[in-house]
């Protein structure tokens, strides 16, 4: 059985370690594996009791905590290798803190792209803690930032204690702009099952999580040079599946960098459920299909959320595909 990887993200001083500080505490975390970058930079060391192997501890919360000195593929591999022997607690998921200048789109396409670890790990939710004090400055001044924002399943949050009720209401909206996934606060999180923890499109349910995503309320925001814009796109009749397939892995191909997310609900050669991709940068996940529809509204959608690239462009090119590509209708063929 694949074991979810959960990410938590966010830039440097959001508040990603007091947030997990507060979270193991509890016990909620429990059975879960907590991958960190270096034990000095999350002052946990109050939190242990016992070595299990070299780098390697558990803590009171029962969660495995590993160190990552090397490269993520080699640090997976390493403890799923330890929970096989019975070296470690037979953990049930991952959860990977990142350091505060990670770009999520590599880590994203390790799990994805390594032989070893698919199959064995799939991606669950990616959350990114927000600094309510520092935001506007660091998304002029650090594209990793964006990156973080643009990746999230979830958005937290932090330091809203130093930030008065506007600030708070236009951080919320100027990320919702960027990415319209679920913007919430670090102090509304109790435990870990509420938020850091979850299947995402694994999940038993995957339409809730697509619910999450506000699809059908997305719609294309305008930017100046240089920001991070959302597009929509809105396709009538059904997709040819292996047709849609080619352009947008050449549209990630040639323009993968400047795409930070693409999310879609399509219909598929008239299929009565919608298959769900998403995907960041040039790493698409594998494909969910939906037992049902969410609603009545069965057209296909896609959200970008690009930077540096022409929307109208983007546009056109779905636009030319559609005319040339797409199935035709059946009242056509008969």
Request: net charge negative; glycine share 8%; charged share 20%.
């Amino acid at each position: 059985m694949s074991i979810a990887l959960n990410v938590i993200t966010g830039f440097l001083g959001s508040g990603k370690t007091t947030l997990l500080k507060r979270l193991l505490q509890g016990e909620t975390l429990g059975d879960t594996a907590l991958l960190i970058n270096e034990f000095g930079d999350v002052g946990i060391d109050h939190l242990l009791v016992e070595e299990v192997a070299p780098d390697t501890i558990l803590l009171p919360s029962g969660c495995v905590c590993c160190s990552i000195r090397g490269e993520l593929r080699d640090a997976l591999s390493d403890l799923l290798q330890r929970r096989a022997r019975g070296e470690v607690p037979a953990f049930r998921r991952i959860l990977l803190e990142t350091t505060g200048l990670a770009d999520p789109a590599p880590i994203l396409a390790t799990i994805n792209n390594d032989p070893h670890l698919r199959g064995r790990v799939h991606i669950g939710l990616v959350v990114t803690v927000v600094d309510a004090s520092h935001a506007a400055l660091q998304e002029r001044l650090h594209p990793e930032w964006m990156a973080q924002v643009a990746a999230a399943d979830r958005l937290l949050i932090s330091k809203t204690d130093l930030a008065d009720e506007d600030a708070l209401r236009t951080l919320q909206l100027r990320l919702h702009s960027i990415n319209p996934a679920p913007v919430l606060t670090t102090d509304s999180i109790q435990s870990g099952d509420q938020l850091l923890l979850g299947d995402g499109l694994h999940s038993s349910d995957p339409a809730q999580e697509v619910a999450r995503w506000q699809l059908m309320g997305v719609r294309s925001t305008p930017a100046r040079h240089g920001e991070a814009q959302v597009c929509c796109l809105t396709f009538e009749r059904p997709l040819d599946w292996v047709a849609f397939g080619v352009w947008l892995s050449m549209l990630l191909r040639c323009h993968g960098e400047r795409i930070l997310r693409v999310k879609g609900l399509l219909n598929v050669n008239n299929s009565h459920a919608p298959v769900v991709i998403h995907g960041v940068q040039h790493c698409l996940h594998a494909p969910v299909h939906l037992p049902q529809w969410p609603g009545g509204d069965h057209r296909s959608r896609l959200v970008f959320i690009v930077r540096g690239l022409d929307t109208a462009l983007l546009r056109r090119s779905f636009e030319v595909f559609s005319e040339r590509l797409a199935p035709a209708p059946r009242e056509a063929l008969a």
